[in-house]
């Protein structure tokens, strides 16, 4: 099927949603016909125009909300500090009411399969917004844990997960600093009988150890195992790419 055609979106507003997220609202009339129900899935925003043989710079987010005329997407404030913020976090921190942004998508999302005994959720706040969207559509019966590493403890946010699930959240103000954080948390959780699905998004490098723990020490099979990085340490998201598909040649 040919892939739509990016979209023109305008940013409606921004609103702090913790000290390191801020969230745009971008909509308007380039919204007619955006596919229904696309919370969960991901968006690529287009950050730059190319030109003479120099490629377009696009990142990719997640739809936290969806309404008819809007989407709804968090950005994790990163780079402030010690370096240049990329070229997605720059745009989220500038950009004014009324400005555009070439949109495309959206992809799919990812979400939690219903009818398992238990659900692990492991991330960090690159995937919170995945993460919120797939809590908030369990059935409310449903069982499990989510651990999310977040920069600062007033980076929690409230998710309307099922009552039953556990949310447990892991400080670390240097993102990538720390790819043991989310499985020395799950290790510590055991292991239950009966039926898990285990959910991840993170860095790179988290994501390769979760990996090896929940596919090799746990047994789980792609039925059982979504696992994604969402981003690279020290590359940025063309970079990131490129060795993400390496990785995924060698490992599956
Ligand atoms: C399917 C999918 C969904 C995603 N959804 C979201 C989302 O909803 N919200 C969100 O914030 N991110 C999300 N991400 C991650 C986001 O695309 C990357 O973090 C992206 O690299 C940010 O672009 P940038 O222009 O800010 O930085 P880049 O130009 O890509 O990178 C510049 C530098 O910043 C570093 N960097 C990039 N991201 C982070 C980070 N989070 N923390 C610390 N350092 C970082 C890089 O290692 C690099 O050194 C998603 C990724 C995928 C694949």
């Known amino acids: 099927m040919a892939r739509p055609e990016p979209r023109t979106l ?3 507003s921004r609103t702090q949603v913790t000290p390191n997220m801020v969230r745009l609202r971008l909509g308007g009339s380039g919204m007619a016909g955006f596919p229904e129900n696309a919370a969960g899935g991901y968006v690529k925003l287009r950050l730059s125009e190319g030109e003479d043989g120099v490629k377009p710079v696009v990142r990719t ?15 994790v404030v990163h780079g402030l ?30 979400p939690l399969p219903e009818g398992m005994d238990r659900y692990l959720v492991a991330g960090d706040m690159t995937a919170l917004p995945a993460i919120s969207v797939n ?3 369990l059935p409310a019966d449903a069982r499990g844990t989510a651990v999310i590493e977040i920069q600062h403890e007033d ?3 409230d998710i ?28 510590e959780l055991g292991w239950e009988d009966g039926e898990t699905y285990a959910w991840v998004a993170a860095e790179f490098a988290a994501m390769r150890t979760l990996r090896d723990y929940f596919r090799s020490e746990r047994g789980l099979g792609p039925d059982r195992l979504y696992i994604s990085s969402y981003w690279k340490q020290g590359e940025d998201e063309d970079s990131h ?10 490992a599956g």
């Open 241 to 250: 790419r490129v060795v993400k598909r390496a990785d995924l040649e060698t």
């Open 61 to 75: 987010y997640t739809i936290r909300h969806q309404t008819e005329d809007a989407i709804d997407v968090d950005f």
């Open 10 to 12: 305008a940013l409606l």
């Open 155 to 157: 980076d929690r946010q």
């Open 135 to 137: 809590l908030e559509s």
């Open 81 to 110: 500090k010690d370096e240049q913020p990329g070229p997605a976090v720059s745009w989220a921190l500038d950009a004014q009411p009324g400005d555009t942004i070439l949109v495309g998508g959206p992809g799919p999302a990812k």
């Open 160 to 187: 309307a997960a099922p009552e039953g699930f556990d949310i447990q959240w892991l400080v670390n103000p240097h993102p990538g600093s720390d790819p043991e954080l989310l499985l020395g948390r799950l290790r």
